[in-house]
C-alpha cells in the first residue's frame, strides 16, 4: 500500500485536465464564394455575414460586388442590388439592427479617397447614398476602422488615412437625423494613425482601439485605447498579459458575452496568424495557442457571431497571395489546468479532480518538514473557474494564495478556504503553502463551471443612506440622492454608478437637485434618467421633474410649456414607456 502510495505520488506530480480544444475550422459553405481579394469590408447581421468590394487577385482591379455567408445554412449568396457603390477598397462597414441596414463608409476607388456613406437595406434589396446636409462635412478617408452603437443609434469612425494626412479624429454619424458631427474628445488621444482595429462594447458604449501603423518614424503600433463615447473620454490602457505585437492591417471582433475583444493576423513585416484577445473585465491580454491556424494574413476581415459563439475570418492577403477562404474560430468550452507539487501535496487521481490522499478524511503530515509549496498552473485558455475545498487544524501556517489574494487560516472539514461557491477563474499561478509539519489537512481541487446566481457583498463606498431613487442601465446601476439612516445627515444631492464590480461617484454639471423618496426611471432613446418628486432640502415635496444625459453628463431641470405636472409627491413609483417619446 505504501508503495502504491509512493507510485500516485510520482504519476500524478503533473497531471493535466485536458478540455475540449480552442479550435480553427476551415469552412467549406455551399455556393459561389466572393473572388479571391483583399482591403474589403464585412459586417454580420441576422446571423449572416455581409461582404463588399476591396482589392481582386489582379491588383489592378476595385471590387463592388456584395455577398452574404448564411451562418445558419453555410451556405454563399451573392446580392444583386440595381444600384450599388462604386468599386472601392478599404472602407468600413457596420451593421444597424434598428433598420437591418449594412452602413459602407468611405474607402479609395483608385484615384480618389472617399467620404460617401451608403446603407444597404437587406429588406429591401437596395442601395442608397446618404445625402449629407450641406453644414456636414465628414472628412473624406479610407484604412479607418468604424462601430455601430445600438444604444446611441450612430456610426463612430476613427483615425485612417485622409486626403495628403493620417488621422486621428473621431466622427459620429447620427441615424435620427442624419447628420455628421466631429466628436470633441478629452483625455489620452491616441496618435494619428490607419490600418488599426477596433471594438465596440456595446453594453458599456465604449470603443477599443489596437495598433496600426503611424506616422513616419513611429512604425506599426502595439498600444491599446478605450474611447468611453458617454462622455467622449480616451483612455490609454496598459493591460497586463500576452499582447500582441505591434501590426497594422489585422481584424478585431467584439464578444458581448465575456467582454472580450479578438484580435487576429495583421503585417509586422510579414504576415500573421496568430490571435490574441483583450479581456476587459481583466485588463488583461491573453494568447491563444491553438494547432494549425490558418494561413498568416493581413488586410482580411472577421466578424463574430454571437449565436455560435464563433469568430468567422475571409480572405485577406498572405505571402502566397490574395485569399478567398474562409476560416472559423471556436472558443473551448472548458479551460485546463496542470499541477505541480512536492510530495507534501499527496496527489491522487480524482477523477475531473485532483485531491489529497484519503480524501474526504484528514491527512496527517507526518514527514516532519516544513515549507513544503503546490503550485497549480491554468492554461493561457483557461475559461472555468478553479474551486478549492480545504481543511486543516494548524491555525498558524497553512494558506492559498490566488490571483494575487492570501486566504488563511484553518478551515474544518471540508468547508470551503475562503474561496467564493462558484470558484475563481485563474489568470495566474495558484500558490499553495502547506508550511505545518506534523499537522493534520486534506484538499480537493476541481475545474468547472462558475455555478450561476451566486451572491457576493461588494464594499461599498456611497455611504449608508435610505429613500435614494435607484435606476438600471445595461451592467450599470445608479443611485441619486436620499438621506442618512440617522436623518442626521441632511438630504443628499450625488450620484453614483456601480459598474464592474466598483462604486465610483459621478462628478457632473448643471442642476444638483436634494432629493429623497424620489423615483428615477431611464429613457433609452434619448439616453437620459429622469427624476421625479420626492422631498427637497426645504422638506417639502417636490414635484419637478429632472434629466441627467448619460452622454452628456449633465443635470438639467425639464420645463414644460404645456400639460399639468403631477401633483407633488414622495415615495412615488413610475415606469417609462417609449411610446410618443
Known amino acids: 500500500m505504501a508503495l502504491l502510495s509512493e507510485l500516485a505520488q510520482l504519476v500524478f506530480l503533473f497531471l493535466p485536465l485536458v478540455a475540449d480544444a480552442n479550435a480553427w475550422l476551415p469552412i467549406s459553405p455551399a455556393g459561389s464564394p466572393p473572388l479571391l481579394r483583399s482591403s474589403h469590408a464585412a459586417a454580420i447581421g441576422n446571423e449572416r455575414m455581409y461582404v463588399f468590394g476591396g482589392i481582386s487577385n489582379d491588383s489592378s482591379v476595385l471590387l463592388d460586388d456584395l455577398h452574404y455567408f448564411d451562418i445558419q445554412n453555410v451556405v454563399w449568396q451573392q446580392l444583386n442590388p440595381s444600384t450599388t457603390p462604386t468599386a472601392r477598397s478599404y472602407p468600413s462597414a457596420v451593421w444597424d439592427p434598428g433598420t437591418s441596414s449594412l452602413y459602407l463608409f468611405g474607402g479609395y476607388d483608385g484615384s480618389s479617397i472617399l467620404s460617401e456613406l451608403w446603407f444597404y437595406q437587406s429588406t429591401k434589396n437596395t442601395w442608397n447614398e446618404v445625402v449629407p446636409r450641406q453644414s456636414d462635412s465628414v472628412p473624406a478617408r479610407y484604412f479607418h476602422t468604424a462601430v455601430w452603437s445600438t444604444g446611441f443609434s450612430g456610426m463612430y469612425v476613427f483615425g485612417g488615412r485622409g486626403v495628403g494626412t493620417i488621422l486621428n479624429d473621431v466622427q459620429y454619424y447620427n441615424r435620427e437625423d442624419g447628420t455628421w458631427a466631429e466628436v470633441t474628445a478629452t483625455g489620452s488621444v491616441p496618435s494619428i494613425r490607419y490600418g488599426h482595429a477596433a471594438g465596440w462594447d456595446d453594453e458599456l458604449h465604449r470603443m477599443y482601439v489596437f495598433g496600426g501603423t503611424g506616422s513616419g518614424g513611429a512604425g506599426v503600433l502595439q498600444d491599446l485605447y478605450c474611447f468611453a463615447a458617454a462622455g467622449s473620454e480616451w483612455s490609454l490602457l496598459s493591460p497586463a498579459g500576452s499582447a500582441p ?274 423615483v428615477a426611471v431611464y429613457n433609452p432613446v434619448g439616453l437620459t434618467i429622469l427624476l421625479w418628486g420626492g422631498i427637497d432640502n426645504t422638506n417639502a415635496w417636490n414635484d419637478n421633474l429632472y434629466s441627467y444625459d448619460t452622454q452628456m453628463n449633465q443635470m438639467s431641470l425639464v420645463s414644460s410649456s404645456s400639460g399639468t405636472a403631477p401633483t407633488a409627491a414622495s415615495h412615488a413609483s413610475a415606469v417609462y414607456s417609449s411610446v410618443n417619446t
Not at 265 to 293: M, R
Not at 390 to 395: I, K, L, M
Request: charged share 15%; with cysteine; net charge negative.
Open 245 to 518: 505585437g505591434g501590426r497594422s492591417s489585422m481584424s478585431a471582433v467584439w464578444s458581448p458575452a465575456d467582454g472580450r475583444m479578438y484580435v487576429f493576423g495583421g503585417n509586422d513585416g510579414t504576415a500573421l496568424n496568430d490571435l490574441h484577445y483583450y479581456e476587459s473585465g481583466t485588463n488583461n491580454w491573453h494568447q491563444i495557442n491553438v494547432q494549425q491556424p490558418p494561413e498568416g494574413r493581413a488586410n482580411h476581415v472577421a466578424i463574430w457571431s454571437q449565436a455560435e459563439g464563433r469568430m468567422y475570418v475571409f480572405g485577406g492577403e498572405s505571402a502566397s497571395g490574395r485569399l478567398n477562404d474562409l476560416q472559423a474560430f471556436s472558443q473551448a468550452s472548458t479551460g485546463s489546468f496542470s499541477l505541480t507539487a512536492g510530495t507534501a501535496c499527496f496527489i491522487t487521481d480524482g477523477g475531473a479532480c485532483m485531491q489529497s490522499e484519503n480524501y474526504p478524511n484528514r491527512y496527517v503530515n507526518d514527514d516532519g518538514a516544513n515549507g513544503k509549496e503546490c503550485t497549480i498552473s491554468p492554461s493561457a485558455d483557461n475559461n472555468k473557474a478553479i474551486r478549492v475545498v480545504a481543511y486543516s487544524t494548524e491555525p498558524c501556517c497553512d494558506y492559498i494564495r490566488m490571483e494575487g489574494t492570501d486566504y488563511s487560516g484553518p478551515q474544518f472539514q471540508s468547508t470551503t478556504w475562503g474561496i467564493p461557491d462558484n470558484g475563481i477563474v485563474p489568470t495566474s499561478d495558484i500558490q499553495w503553502f502547506l508550511d505545518a509539519k506534523n499537522s493534520w489537512y486534506g484538499w480537493r481541487i476541481c475545474l468547472e463551471d462558475a455555478a450561476p446566481g451566486s451572491w457576493a457583498e461588494v464594499t461599498s463606498t456611497t455611504g449608508a443612506r435610505r429613500s435614494h431613487a435607484l435606476v438600471a442601465i445595461a451592467s450599470a446601476l445608479y443611485i441619486h440622492g436620499g438621506q442618512s439612516d440617522s436623518g442626521t445627515s441632511g438630504i443628499y444631492n450625488d450620484l453614483w454608478k456601480f459598474e464592474r464590480g466598483a462604486w465610483t461617484q459621478v462628478s457632473f454639471t448643471g442642476t444638483n437637485p436634494q432629493l429623497t423618496a424620489h
